[in-house]
């Protein structure tokens, strides 16, 4: 018989330009958090999972010394990388730990120091974002990769910018209402459509932003769970899928195959399909992506995202709630964090402890985590009892 | 000799190293496998179907269809005297897809997807070093040999 895993704890930092704090300072934050909410002291936890994308941080092995400053030497700590998506990859990695029968008890944490490397870096890191053999000699960059996405889509579909901009005004909706958020201020299609050029069909508002900050839930085996929660949330459906890196070898451009798969894996994993979803937190890097998110999830038909959020079904009150956090887009996103910030907010959801952002009777969430333009794709089911 | 390839280079080495050798010369080469024939393009070493490391070049005409595109404003290090460039994905002719920017014969106001392309060959005019890389043109546009292209 397979172990159940549950989360019984969830902590969560502010996201932003944070300069008041080095990366195992934020890891400390949303640890501790996490620590007070399950209710356990350091010593309870066999084990932790850092997810982080290494090359954003000076120190170098950042799980080591994330370890050391959260107190729990020496018990095993490792670190998870799949770029955008590695804050899930750890909690795979936790998840398959426990499952594994190897630990009962293990602290997951998604951090990431974005702001610690200066422009012209930054700039550099940008350069390689893509296939560095055959495609970043012609300069691409992240968004631009995303960009072409969406201009094929527009092109199958007639999807439009000011679909695209509805994405983002939705999420700095909710951003404005989540006190973990970089940007908290609403903001108007006019305004996404207006904002400076990035890659074309994409401005500023199209693209979220860099951002500081970290995010930890406990995990621990259904045994463990149920001694020491009250409330336990599941993670019953684990889906995982790779495509490949380069866009010259993806059959299509206008949606992920990674996270069609893992999808599907997870949905089978749960017993649940789309319809069963209360809230859903998506991989909106892009506005496009979320676009893309609905139709590789099963949320809308493939073609049918635009309107999708343009009609507002994806509001707290219409068909499927979907980043009422704020997203990446509002939230900022702190690559190795975001992962473990999506998990967390269905946590949330799922205890009713949302506040104003609560999505009424939310019993199924669903959290979806793309690395790269869906080299790597996470898709988690989450159920309570 | 990889290292000319593209306008930066990240990858001096490859198996397929002699691409760039072709491409100076004018010709745009995909790869098939000795073992189970798979064409690939671009062109690698090793066969992902039936696991051959033997391969050989095989010419391609150039000719495709403009699958996708954007006008990248925000650029990365090596490139922000370039800003703002078109990128295009053209699904080639013989099968597979290249990636480049758009060359001088098509203006930018007549981008748009499934338009005719060609890819064409490029060396760099203004380097000291060897630079050779390919560009999306109109259909019929010719490789036009540099001096020093040999």
Known sequence: MERRVGI????HGVFGRRSDATVQELAFEAFREAILDAGLRSGDVDASVIGAVPEYHKQRSLAGVVQEYLGLLPRPTWLTEAACASGSAAIRSGWLAIRAGVHDVVAVIGCQKMTELDTSEILALMGRVGEVQWESGFGTTFPAYYAMFARRHM???GTTKDQLAAVAVKNHHYGALNPYALFRKEITVEKARHSDPVATPFNVYDCCANADGAACVI?????RARELSASPVWLSGM??????MSVLRRASLVGLPSAVAAAAEAYDMAGVDAADIKVAEVHDCFTIAEIL???????CPRGEGGPFVAEGRTYIGGDLPVNVDGGLKAKGHPIGATGVSMTYEIVKQLRGAAEDRQVPNADVGLTHN?????QYCFV???TRD | MFKWFGLVNFVPYTKVDGFAEHLRDGRIMGS????CGAVTFPPRSDCSACLDGNFEFIEYSGRGTLHTYTRIEAAPTGFENHAPYIVGVVDLEEGGRALAWFGDTVREEDVEIDMDLQLVPRMSEEEEAIRVYYSLERPGTQWVKTPGSA
Do not use: K, M, N, P
């Open chain 1, 219 to 223: 995990l621990a085996s259904e045994e």
């Open chain 1, 8 to 11: 019984i704890g969830i902590g």
């Open chain 1, 370 to 374: 793309v690395g790269g333009i869906g």
């Open chain 2, 32 to 35: 098939r496998c000795r073992g």
């Open chain 1, 239 to 244: 889906g995982c899928a790779t495509a490949s």
């Open chain 1, 380 to 382: 988690q089911i989450l």
């Open chain 1, 293 to 299: 998110a609905y139709e590789d999830l099963g949320f």
């Open chain 1, 155 to 157: 092109h199958e579909f």
